[in-house]
């Protein structure tokens, strides 16, 4: 349920994005980002939702995400660069390299990962201690831990060496500390091994062309002992937590605040990517959407922590170019696609659902340019004809599917689809969507349209973190026909090259239908499961791609999802916040690059 973007941009009209017009360079681009940085100060965050994990290796939403990159460290990262191409490609953060097979780090036949760990990295800990290796093969260990499990257990299951058979035997352990203590000290993990306390070894079941963007996931943290001593996530573990980055998390206080203040025991000569300006990072939480917007426009608070901006908002600014609104990713990029998700497996309708043409129906049925309109106009969205955007591997130009004139639907062909399906009096359906962002104002659209087709769509509302926590991970509620349609979106967990994993993988792979999965729809086809097995398999990455576009394409002609948009993010930054670099994980500014106009000038020898 991972890589939401929550909460924000209200209900709206396409009225609203008349004048986005031409005004994205703008905003992307404060003139004085290039004044020289100052060191301190607190920056001040406002939002609406807590997280949903601290524990590192289950947090699984973009704010928890972003969070975890001030405190937790991996082998690799990415990294605070100003451009596309730089900031999607990883980089060493705990490894002093990033292995190849030039330098002896990957074998020659690609299975084998050797890591070296930098010097100088400490735990907070009483005392202060080095992170090592076996700090991140614990980590690893406790990927399927049965409290609070990895978010995309198929990422490493299906790329670790024995990681299938090790999780399948951790998951049958009582839910407690002692016994998921004792499970970490008798099991060991086969791939993934401490050679010593700096030399960490990774055995893959085949090459993996993006095991470094696995790495780069914050579930690859490394991880203390002292955690050990906690059930995963628990409301102990919560105030308990340590850091090996340049913050630490001084105060949690569930659903009202979070405080980061500096980790004493960060060493800057050991952190080449985490400039760390401000000396605190202050999160208040229970705050409404509307009040986020006029702290950030008044000045009183510097980002959002879990909301995009109001569309309303972020029309009107775009279009007069203000400097503090931020579109991302830039470029020709979008960061997340909207879908609706097609119930196959459930009896509503006397099962009408498996039937191909009328998922045709569907696919002709929406207007999609009205759901770009209403998501933000042209600089933010755009009409979406394959199953992953643009910005995935697995998309090709010309493979689009199911066009209709000008994105308007098609509502004549719609009914004629259902007529020789044997519907002509149509079919009714449920349609689920959550309440937040502009998903209620879509599915409005969305139902307009698939009415004019033939489709007596009833809208269901949800809450959130029950349409994502509940409703949809849960395949006996499709299995039951609580819903046939929901709409929903994806963001992928890595941009850049070869990331058709990040998406195909978790959304249509039809073979992991346990709770958690995000393939809602229970769709399950030989030739989607093939193609992803030769993606993952593949010598190369030019195979690897072309594999992800077969699957692609193989899941529009099997209608298991309605692609409608794919769109950019609107990010709102206070006047006085310098150096906003896009996350990649957080989908915001990066917490240890940005710094303040307003604090205290830099001291000698404080680091650029």
């Not at 301190?40 to 990159?69: C, F, I, Q, R």
């Not at 930098?118 to 090592?132: F, H, I, L, Y």
Request: hydrophobic residues 40%; aromatic residues 8%; proline residues 7%.
């Amino acid at each position: 349920m991972r890589r939401r973007l929550e909460r924000g941009l209200l209900v709206l009209t396409s009225a609203l994005c008349v004048s986005c017009g031409s005004s994205q360079h703008a905003a992307h681009h404060a003139a004085d980002d290039a004044a020289p940085p100052v060191r301190g100060g607190t920056l001040k965050v406002v939002g609406n939702s807590d997280v949903d994990h601290l524990w590192p290796t289950s947090a699984y939403v973009t704010g928890s995400m972003w969070l975890s990159e001030a405190f937790a460290r991996q082998l690799v990262m990415y990294p605070p660069a100003p451009d596309y191409a730089t900031k999607t490609a990883v980089v060493p953060d705990l490894a002093q390299e990033l292995p190849t097979r030039s330098n002896g780090g990957i074998s020659v036949d690609g299975q084998l990962y050797t890591f070296h760990l930098r010097s100088g990295v400490r735990w907070n800990s009483s005392p202060p201690r080095a992170v090592t290796a076996h700090d991140f093969v614990r980590a690893f260990k406790l990927f399927c831990n049965p409290v609070s499990p990895v978010g995309a257990p198929r990422y490493y299951t299906s790329t670790i060496a024995g990681m299938t058979q090790y999780c399948t035997a951790f998951t049958k352990v009582p839910a407690t500390v002692a016994d998921i203590r004792q499970f970490i000290a008798s099991h060991d993990l086969d791939g993934v091994r401490a050679l010593d306390d700096s030399t960490l070894v990774f055995k893959l079941v085949a090459p993996a062309h993006d095991f470094l963007n696995l790495l780069a996931m914050p579930f690859a943290s490394a991880v203390p002992e002292e955690y050990l001593d906690y059930l995963p996530d628990s409301p102990q573990f919560r105030q308990h937590t340590l850091s090996d980055g340049p913050y630490a998390i001084t105060r949690y206080a569930q659903g009202r605040e979070i405080e980061l203040t500096r980790n004493p025991a960060w060493d800057p000569a050991s952190d080449s990517n985490r400039a760390a300006w401000v000396d605190r990072i202050n999160i208040q939480l229970g705050i409404d959407n509307e009040l986020t917007q006029l702290q950030l426009e008044a000045g009183t608070a510097d980002l959002a922590f879990d909301m995009s901006m109001l569309t309303a908002n972020q029309a009107s600014l775009l279009a007069i170019g203000d400097p503090r609104v931020m579109l991302e990713p830039d470029g020709d990029h979008y960061g997340s696609q909207h879908y609706l998700v097609i119930n196959l497996v459930g009896p509503n309708n006397g099962e009408a659902l498996k039937n191909l043409k009328v998922r045709q129906a569907l696919a002709l049925a929406v207007d999609k340019h009205a759901l770009a309109q209403l998501s933000g106009g042209p600089d933010i969205s755009r009409p979406l004809y394959q199953a992953v955007s643009s910005s995935i591997a697995g998309f090709r130009v010309g493979a689009d599917r199911h066009v209709t004139p000008n994105g308007r639907g098609d509502p004549e062909a719609a009914r004629r689809l259902l007529a020789e399906a044997g519907y002509p009096h149509g079919i009714r359906l449920r349609v689920a969507f959550p309440t937040d962002s502009t998903f209620p104002i879509e599915a409005q659209s969305a139902q307009a349209s698939l009415r004019r087709a033939g489709f007596d769509a009833e809208l269901f509302p949800f809450s959130a973190g029950d349409f994502w926590g509940r409703l949809l991970p849960n395949a006996q509620n499709a299995r039951r026909g609580e819903w046939d349609l929901a709409y929903t979106s994806w963001v992928p967990d890595w941009f850049g090259s070869n990331n058709g994993r990040s998406v195909i993988m978790p959304l249509f792979d039809g073979r992991p239908f346990g709770n958690l999965s995000q393939n809602y729809g229970l769709y399950d086809s030989a030739a989607v499961n093939d193609a992803i097995d030769r993606a993952l398999a593949a010598p190369t990455a030019e195979l690897a791609e072309d594999a992800w576009a077969d699957a692609a394409a193989h899941v529009m002609d099997d209608v298991a999802i309605v692609p409608l948009i794919e769109r950019k993010n609107g990010w709102m930054r206070s006047s006085r916040l310098r150096n906003c670099v896009w996350s990649v994980l957080g989908q915001q500014c990066i917490l240890t690059a940005v710094w303040l106009a307003d604090a205290a000038p830099a001291k000698a020898g404080d680091r650029p």
